[in-house]
């Protein structure tokens, strides 16, 4: 980077007097360029997409809606732009939640001087870099089909988490169609295995683990598209992304819960769809994958015991304020002879079964499984693949709805 390029910053906080604390702070700094202020998250979105500066300084706490909300929201607009958050508390759970928003860096308040000029020359030398990428690509055109490539940038891609808090529901025959129903010509789509343990996707799929998880996580303050496009396996029936489990099962302590968020983040700006197959227990990656997802497709089955499992972590969300709105229902496997229907559970839990996947009566799944070739396929015209394809249709219909809710002026 050129030394005579400035970083343009914008500062956003609804106290005029830390405003001008900061902007004081900032004045010494001769590479560091105020751009603008802003009084609350949605100005500081709208200023956002006016000034496009590299880096916003974002109080955690605004009148409208907190910084995190708008860091998110302005970095899925405009992903180049880099975010260092304040806030007056060092909390952990605020600095996670902090950094799957997008954001770059996280700093107590008041910080130093050369705490935050520092920050905010890391995260300039970052947005001008990215802003330089997307720039060359728009110059250079289109990328090949379901290419990461630096165009993509631009994508700002939709995270689903598949989850079910007992194992043997299904998930990874569910996660695994899914992303096959929503690959199409124009959208990229990558199937990421969160099970460090004892991942499938790849087996599924019938695919041998080159690279993995492992190429990704640990690096991921470095990753670019090209890196994203060298790891990821391409599935050559459908084109299909894989992000493989580590091969080893001493590997999986390897991957920690900050590095897998932060690498899905990242995934946004590649692809268009990122489907995470998570184990049932909620390990450090998995309430990481849960927490920044967009959407959370739940997964039970008919017997007592997962319908317990899925009340336990209900509750747990509902704790965790994550809106049942954005957690997408299915019944999986559903055999009407059993007494226990979709109308009971849905009472039961508060939560609607959102679709009903119907028991595998030819084992047209297990046969499918087994031959590493997924029933949708194999067999489009199948009744479990047609809901396969309405479930794709659902999930899009539920993402668009909460796109539309959270919009600034939704708020």
């Known amino acids: ?149 630096a165009a993509s940038l631009q994508i700002s891609g939709k995270i689903i988490a598949v989850y079910s808090p007992k194992g043997g529901s299904g998930a990874t025959t569910i996660a695994t169609n899914l992303a096959l129903a929503l690959k199409k010509e124009e959208a990229s789509v990558v199937l990421v295995d969160g099970n460090m343990q004892y991942g499938d996707v790849a087996v599924f799929l019938n695919e041998q683990v080159k690279n993995s998880v492992l190429d990704l996580a640990p690096r991921v303050d470095d990753l670019d598209p090209d890196i994203v496009k060298d790891v990821a396996i391409t599935h050559a029936a459908s084109g299909l992304a894989i992000i493989a489990a580590p091969p080893r099962l001493e590997m999986a302590d390897r991957v920690v819960g900050e590095q897998f968020g932060k690498m899905l983040q990242y995934l946004r700006s590649v692809y268009n769809f990122i489907i995470v197959d ?67 559970i849905s009472t039961n839990l508060r939560q609607p079964v959102s679709l009903v996947i119907p028991y595998d009566e030819d084992r047209a799944i297990v046969n499918s499984i087994n031959r590493g070739v997924p029933l949708y396929l194999e067999r489009k015209d199948h009744p479990i693949s047609k809901n396969f394809t309405l479930l794709a249709s659902k999930v899009q219909e539920q993402l668009s709805k909460i796109e539309t809710e959270t919009q600034p002026g939704m708020i």
């Open 1 to 149: 980077m050129p030394a005579q390029d400035k970083f343009s910053v914008l500062i956003v906080d609804d106290i005029p007097e830390t405003q001008e604390n900061i902007r004081r702070l900032l004045q010494f700094d001769n590479q560091i360029e105020v751009a603008g202020a802003a009084r609350s998250g949605k100005e500081a979105i709208e200023l956002s997409a006016e000034i496009k500066p590299d880096v916003v300084i974002m109080d955690i706490n605004m009148p409208d809606m907190d910084g995190i909300q708008a860091t998110e929201l302005i970095r899925r607009k405009i992903p180049y732009i880099q975010v260092v958050i304040l806030s007056v508390q060092s909390d952990q759970s605020y600095m996670r939640r902090a950094m799957l928003a997008g954001a770059r860096d996280f700093l107590t308040k008041p910080p130093s001087i050369d705490e935050l000029t520092a920050a905010i020359h890391r995260a300039g030398a970052m947005a001008q870099e990215e802003r330089a990428k997307a720039a060359q690509a728009g110059v250079a055109g289109g990328a090949a089909r379901n290419q990461p490539a």
């Open 278 to 344: 998570l184990p049932s227990y909620l390990t450090e990656t998995t309430q990481t994958a849960v927490d920044g997802c967009d959407l959370i497709v739940l997964i039970t089955t008919q017997d007592i015991p997962a319908i317990k499992n899925i009340q336990t972590f209900l509750t747990l969300m509902d704790a965790s304020e994550i809106k049942r709105d954005h957690i997408l229902f299915i019944l999986n496997r559903y055999d009407k002879r059993l007494k226990i229907t979709p109308e009971l």
